[in-house]
T-cell receptor, first 118, second 111 residues
Framework: GAVVSQHPSRVICKSGTSVKIECRSLDFQATTMFWYRQFPKQSLMLMATSNEGSKATYEQGVEKDKFLINHASLTLSTLTVTSAHPEDSSFYIC??????????????FGEGSRLTVL | LAKTTQPISMDSYEGQEVNITCSHNNIATNDYITWYQQFPSQGPRFIIQGYKTKVTNEVASLFIPADRKSSTLSLPRVSLSDTAVYYCLVGDMQAGTALIFGKGTTLSVSS
């Protein structure tokens, strides 16, 4: 089946630094990717929709200048947490939908990236 | 996007059949129903998807009544490794449509 891969799976950084998380669709092209955030014992919360070749669409309450999203190709989207602070510590998960005509539009999820900001 | 309601938690024993029901009263005509399983510190994993009636795969069955306002995920003969959070999601299959997660159902399987 289709696979979405994230890197890194775990990252620890100091407060004030920036962290980049990559999301790749390994065996299909993804015109759209989605970024979610999940805090302990909570459900996944949609942060933004990443569209290849255009600006991302952010959900209400998500700061676009803090969470920079780039979707430069049909297989790669990146999420950069800028000037990270301890409250940004969370589990970040990306997902991708195949283009129409492939894989029935099923939404595939990455393994997640655990960010810890000290 | 259709909102879903599931029981917060369920308990079961190994070998039993588990049925988790999800309500989605305002499901739209183009919406599909998809169930995901999530283990701690992992991304959600696809279990099954359906539009109407019954769908069965190697791990689960999905029952959808004619009005599509609810759905039931059936896990036959659960094992300890089925302990996880199960999410019911409703949405269309368009490329730009995200799936919005509800609170999910935490299933605990005991021996």
């Amino acid at each position: 089946g289709a696979v979405v891969s994230q890197h890194p799976s775990r990252v620890i950084c100091k407060s004030g630094t920036s962290v980049k998380i990559e999301c790749r669709s390994l065996d299909f092209q993804a015109t759209t990717m989605f970024w979610y955030r999940q805090f302990p014992k909570q459900s996944l919360m949609l942060m933004a929709t990443s569209n290849e070749g255009s600006k991302a669409t952010y959900e209400q309450g998500v700061e676009k200048d803090k969470f920079l999203i780039n979707h430069a190709s049909l297989t790669l989207s990146t999420l950069t947490v800028t000037s990270a602070h301890p409250e940004d510590s969370s589990f970040y998960i990306c997902s991708a939908r195949a283009r129409r005509g492939e894989n029935t539009g099923e939404l595939f999820f990455g393994e997640g990236s655990r960010l810890t900001v000290l | 996007l259709a909102k879903t309601t599931q029981p917060i938690s369920m308990d079961s024993y190994e070998g039993q059949e588990v049925n988790i029901t999800c309500s989605h009263n305002n499901i739209a005509t183009n919406d599909y129903i998809t169930w995901y399983q999530q283990f701690p510190s992992q991304g959600p994993r696809f279990i099954i998807q359906g539009y109407k009636t019954k769908v069965t795969n190697e791990v689960a069955s999905l029952f959808i009544p004619a009005d599509r306002k609810s759905s039931t995920l059936s896990l036959p003969r659960v094992s300890l490794s089925d302990t996880a959070v199960y999410y019911c999601l409703v949405g269309d299959m368009q490329a730009g449509t995200a799936l919005i997660f509800g609170k999910g159902t935490t299933l605990s399987v005991s021996s």
